[in-house]
């Protein structure tokens, strides 16, 4: 097509270079699409489907691909999962744990070596980047919340150029309390409550915290109940009330066993405990609202 002379010719050269110049952004952010990809990192909750936000539901429908490491979730989840491109992570050891060079923690499964792990994460951020620059919705699923004791912490840093979206989830731990009929911040001397866990190779022990009377919850990981309890002994009271929370969320497998640090260990079969269960200990598991504690 031939430009004509003058101001119009001019006119006409200065659009083709402002049109080259936003067509090379477009080509820049994303070289299929013209508009860059977004990514996820979604909370699903605990137990079932019913328990997921509107907005963690709304973008499982909306992904391109869905990234998962929890086959329970891929369960779970079958019916909102269909027809999409869902990636099982699983034994892949693309974990926080698992790719790091000092691997101190001893219960970590070793298999793919830590090596392997890192290759195996090396392989799964290019992915997801190609997929971003494509223009994709790449969703990244956990159960519970994904930012209380998830597997993907290292992933805010890794994609914090492009401002990777967190969506929380209802965790376990509010799953647990719902169970409860429980208020974990109201006791009779204390208002707070410790979210931790039992592992021996972090500075914040549980003894330590134990210390501060306050109420606790423990996520459990595959620790030791039995030990737990002993080192909860060295700080609470032996009539401190304790309860054991399993497959919390869960409808039809949820259930609630109730004691007390001396007791509670009679009561459950600590060598057939699931994964699904968390600890509740503290006086708000026995505190009524008129300020009294229950039963006296």
Not at 19 to 36: A, Q, R, S, T
Not at 124 to 152: C, H, M, N, T
Not at 236 to 242: D, G, I, L, Q, S
């Amino acid at each position: 097509m031939r430009i004509g002379s003058g101001p119009v010719k001019l006119f006409a050269a200065s659009g083709q270079v402002v049109l080259l110049f936003l067509l090379g952004i477009g080509i820049l952010v994303n070289p299929v699409y013209g508009k860059g990809g977004s990514l996820h990192l979604v909370g699903l909750g605990p137990g079932d489907p019913d328990l997921a936000t509107v907005k963690a539901l709304r973008l499982v429908q909306e992904a391109d691909i869905v990234f998962s490491l929890s086959e329970d979730i891929l369960d779970r989840f079958h019916v909102q999962f269909k027809g999409k491109n869902v990636r099982d992570l699983s034994g892949q050891n693309v974990t926080r744990y698992h790719a790091r060079k000092d691997n101190k923690i001893p219960e970590a499964d070793k298999s793919p070596s830590g090596d392997q792990g890192r290759s195996n994460r090396s392989a799964l951020i290019r992915e997801v980047r190609q997929a971003l620059a494509q223009g994709k919705k790449v969703v990244f699923v956990d159960s519970g919340d994904p930012l209380i004791y998830g597997p993907w912490a290292w992933m805010l840093e890794e994609f914090k150029d492009v401002d990777l979206e967190v969506v929380p989830g209802v965790s376990s731990f509010n799953a647990g309390l719902a169970a409860l009929k429980r208020d974990g911040t109201w006791a009779p001397h204390t208002h707070s409550i410790i979210l931790t866990t039992d592992r021996p190779n972090s500075d914040d022990k549980l003894e330590a915290l134990a210390a501060h009377k306050c109420s606790m919850a423990i996520f459990t990981h595959r620790t030791n109940f039995s030990e737990i309890m002993r080192k909860l002994k060295t700080q609470y009271a032996e009539e401190t009330p304790v309860a054991v929370v399993f497959y919390a969320g869960y409808k039809e497998k949820q259930s609630v066993i109730r004691g007390s640090l001396t007791t509670i260990e009679s009561m459950i079969k600590a060598e057939i405990l699931p994964l699904e269960h968390i600890v509740f200990v503290g006086d708000f598991l026995t505190f009524s609202i008129d300020k009294k504690q229950e039963g006296q």
